[in-house]
């Protein structure tokens, strides 16, 4: 009697697949986390305009006892404008892909257009992020670069800077515990930063991991740690302008922001949307290829360029 071994099976047949994906490589999507979330109302045109009514001057001089009326104060504003955009993207299925592989292809493509869809909003924020007014050089390491490396003192200078520029913290302090290697957590500004800086970060005096902070407060999945008054997110979609410093070195640029900096606008009516049109529908003249794909409708505006600080620096 023959005997069949592993070496004369069917390739087939020696191949088993596991239903279980793995997980897809996807960023963390940080620059939308401070947004100030806005919605452009439907049947009201593409541009959603949003203002900012400028504080009265104060009143300091004394009424008198003439009786007679001061001059008034004169009312201004400021407007910003946030243009509407659509985005989509999609992908094509043979028919004979769905009906033959054992991969389930239409829920890949799901995940696939997902991640797309939030990573094209995220990078369409830091790339309006980056283009605040507001850009501040680190000048305190020692790396002999222009920028340097980040230093406490270039925090303090951005801490600084956002308090002078009545910047509110976006999130509330939280007390320490008595706990080994805990610590109080202040009011902090948000800052978000390139993967490369986590390092850097910790290198920093007085920064604060994330594992540090007390247990009544939930750190973000991207959150690295604190150094004073800001909590750092970090991503490796983060912004880096190539070979930008004196030396020629990439210069990695960190957005720190108060509450209320910039905003992310949706569309009324038009929210993400998923669209799948089978062979019958997509396929053509012999109804061959389904389609998946997203589209959405964003738009994107700094609300206070003081209030978006870009720190720019290199590592050491």
Partial sequence: MAIVTTST????VQQSFDGRLLSI??????????????????????????R???????????????GDTPPSSPLSAMDIDATIGFYGAYIQINEQVTLQSEDPVLNSAVE?????????EDELTREMLNSTATVINCVGGVNGDSPTEITKSDVDVIVSSLLMADAYTITEGIQGENRFGTAPIRDAYIAMAHSKMSSELEG??????????????NGLPSEWGAIGNIRFLLSSKGSVTEAASINGEDVYNTF?????????????????????????????????????GFKMATAQAILNDEWVLKLEATLS
């Fill in 204 to 217: 920093v005096d007085d920064f604060l991991h994330k594992n540090q902070y007390p247990s009544g407060m």
């Fill in 25 to 50: 490589k996807a960023p963390n999507l940080i620059h939308t986390v401070a947004a100030s979330s806005r919605t452009m109302p439907a049947n009201a045109g593409k541009t959603l305009r949003m």
């Fill in 256 to 292: 720190i922001c108060g509450r209320e900096a910039y905003a992310v606008v949706d569309q009324a009516e038009y929210t993400s949307q998923f669209i799948y049109l089978p062979p019958s529908i997509a396929g053509g003249p012999l109804a061959q290829n389904a389609t998946a």
């Fill in 52 to 66: 900012r009514m400028d504080k009265l001057a104060t009143a300091t001089v004394p009424l008198g006892n003439t």
């Fill in 9 to 12: 099976l069917s390739a087939p």
């Fill in 112 to 120: 696939l257009l997902g991640i797309c869809m939030r990573e094209t």
